[in-house]
T-cell receptor
Framework: DAGITQSPRHKVTETGTPVTLRCHQT?????MYWYRQDPGHGLRLIHY???????DKGEVSDGYSVSRSKTEDFLLTLESATSSQTSVYFC??????????FGPGTRLTVL | SQQGEEDPQALSIQEGENATMNCSYK?????LQWYRQNSGRGLVHLIL?????REKHSGRLRVTLDTSKKSSSLLITASRAADTASYFC??????????????FGQGTILTVHP
């Protein structure tokens, strides 16, 4: 398996609280991605990074911010969590134009 | 909006039968990829087909691509109960702003009965 870990794996939080999810890779891939997966929507891209400090928005970026200060780490922050952000979050890495390798996912519940 | 649309949404077959899933997309692509997801797990890459390829094989998997129709199909031959999973197509769009980004379809849920 590609060396990708996500933390935490499960989190329950309350509306209005900040939440940070971490993705860590040991593969030295340039590109890193954050997706959310919801029933009926497949995977939707939130943000991605094409290098240290280089990030861009995806399809569903509102309410999310990201940071990448090191090649191996990509952080996703929900500044003020809402119930609509309850989802499963996946991190992925790649060296385009090839395949993406996915982490195990983080299940986030916002009450 | 989703680039890839998959058909059928769900497929139920018996072990040993073949399973065919279809994917349609809207814009030009560099490549199209298929992924598998077991329940509660991350996605696993199965196969990538480039825009200048028409067919590709990997073990029991056969993928076709018709760029004129903007469609692809994934065939799993001699299916096994262990093939039960969700299958997603994903397109790597052509054009600078699309580089490195995949757009996923909503997936086909395949159930293979022993």
């Amino acid at each position: 398996d590609a060396g990708i870990t996500q933390s935490p794996r499960h989190k329950v939080t309350e509306t209005g609280t900040p939440v940070t999810l971490r993705c860590h890779q040991t593969e030295n891939h340039r590109y890193m991605y954050w997706y959310r997966q919801d029933p009926g929507h497949g995977l939707r891209l939130i943000h991605y990074s094409y290098g240290v400090k280089d990030t861009d928005k995806g399809e569903v970026s509102d309410g999310y911010s990201v940071s990448r200060s090191k090649t191996e780490d990509f952080l996703l922050t929900l500044e003020s969590a809402t119930s609509s952000q309850t989802s499963v979050y996946f991190c992925a890495i790649s060296e385009p134009p090839g395949e993406q390798f996915f982490g195990p996912g983080t299940r986030l519940t916002v009450l | 909006s989703q680039q890839g649309e998959e058909d059928p949404q769900a497929l139920s077959i018996q072990e040993g039968e073949n399973a065919t899933m279809n994917c349609s997309y809207k814009t030009s692509i560099n490549n199209l990829q298929w992924y598998r997801q077991n329940s509660g797990r991350g996605l696993v890459h199965l196969i990538l087909i480039r825009s200048n390829e028409r067919e590709k094989h990997s073990g029991r998997l056969r993928v076709t691509l018709d760029t004129s129709k903007k469609s692809s199909s994934l065939l799993i031959t001699a299916s096994r109960a262990a093939d039960t999973a969700s299958y997603f197509c994903a397109t790597d769009g052509a054009g600078g702003t699309s580089y490195g980004k995949l757009t996923f379809g909503q997936g086909t849920i395949l159930t293979v009965h022993p």
